[in-house]
């Protein structure tokens, strides 16, 4: 059995357990040490945040500190929303289908922050750690101290926040791990929630996550299967649903939006030759062309068709 084979058993293990989702999060701490991030892995995710803010400031006639702004699958750490607010956000809301968030990684991340906090392009550093013994709560002081509003449990698909309430809607790395039918709900919530001249700004992972594990395999392994074998390879606590880029660019027209500025990493000989390598399932080449397959990963940015 290969490492990613032993991980999707562990975690079709941990999907199916009453406390799964403990016996995950120790695991990642405990054993793979993946989390709490390290600065090596925490500079990648604070670039991301950028690359958010720089289109809000390319497409958005509002100012950063005036934006209200909405992120659905804010994950364990809160890596995003606390680089947006070191880098100017005042006003956040975020929500989970679960909470996920644990406030020593959230206190991970304000270290993190702090240690990058002498670059001049950081308008601010969060000063003060979360206390989970607080009498309102640490979520309480998380919204106080930095404006971050967090709901959980919350369904993307139907959040029950006002309509037309957010300036920049976010998400970053977060749409691979949602079935494809759910995508197109969450974007039309997304679209009932933007403001008239507001922004989306997603950056999606189409690689399987295998693949950082486990360097055995090419970020294209997962393409070889049936639906049906892979069902059992993506388990609740590591679901990849697959879609290519085109069909999150159908997703997104059909929700009603506009792609405005869409960014691709360059396709490579290395990339088509790792794609070659690993033996694609007729059902994706029966529907995709090699290029449209060898897509790692995109940056897109959208605005709601009038």
Same mark, same amino acid.
């Given at each position: 059995m290969m490492r990613w084979q032993a991980k999707a058993a562990l975690m079709q293990v941990f999907s199916r357990l009453p406390?799964?989702? %403990?016996? $995950?999060?120790?695991?990642?701490? =405990?054993?793979?040490r993946s989390l709490p991030l390290s600065d090596t892995k925490f500079v990648p995710i604070f670039n991301y945040a950028k690359k958010h803010l720089d289109a809000l400031r390319r497409h958005s006639a509002t100012r950063l500190e005036d934006a209200h702004f909405y992120e659905f699958g804010a994950g364990f750490e809160l890596a995003i929303p606390l680089s947006f607010y070191a880098l100017g956000a005042a006003s956040q809301v975020l929500v989970d289908i679960r909470?996920?968030?644990?406030? #020593?990684?959230?206190?991970?991340?304000? =270290?993190?922050l702090k240690r990058i906090g002498h670059q001049d392009h950081l308008c601010r550093v969060p000063e003060d750690f979360l206390n989970d013994h607080h009498?309102?709560?640490?979520?309480?002081?998380? #919204? $106080?101290?930095?404006?971050? =509003?967090?709901?959980?449990?919350?369904?993307?698909?139907?959040?029950?926040?006002?309509?037309?309430? @957010? %300036?920049f809607v976010t998400s970053t790395n977060t749409l691979e791990h949602i079935p494809g039918a759910d995508i197109g709900l969450i974007l039309r919530e997304c679209r009932r929630l933007l403001k008239k001249d507001g922004i989306v700004s997603f950056i999606i992972d189409y690689q399987d996550h295998y693949s950082y594990s486990d360097p055995?395999?090419?970020?294209?392994? @997962?393409?070889?299967?049936? %639906?049906?074998?892979?069902?059992?390879?993506?388990?609740?606590? $590591?679901?990849?649903?697959?879609l290519r880029h085109k069909d999150y660019l159908r997703l997104i027209q059909e929700a009603g939006f506009e792609v405005i500025e869409e960014n691709l990493p360059p396709l490579s000989e290395a990339d088509l030759a790792r794609l070659q390598q690993a033996?694609?399932?007729?059902? @994706?080449?029966? #529907?995709?062309?090699?290029?449209?397959?060898?897509?790692? %990963?995109? $940056?897109?940015?959208?605005?709601?068709v009038v």
């Open positions: 406390l799964g989702q %403990d016996l $995950h999060y120790l695991a990642q701490r =405990r054993v793979t909470k996920l968030v644990r406030v #020593e990684l959230v206190n991970e991340t304000i =270290r993190s009498p309102g709560g640490w979520i309480q002081l998380l #919204e $106080h101290w930095y404006g971050i =509003r967090y709901l959980s449990p919350c369904d993307a698909r139907n959040t029950r926040l006002e309509t037309g309430s @957010f %300036d055995k395999i090419t970020p294209y392994n @997962f393409l070889k299967y049936t %639906d049906s074998m892979w069902r059992w390879y993506s388990p609740a606590f $590591h679901y990849q649903n697959r033996n694609i399932s007729p059902l @994706f080449k029966q #529907e995709y062309s090699a290029s449209e397959l060898a897509v790692r %990963d995109a $940056h897109l940015v959208m605005r709601a």
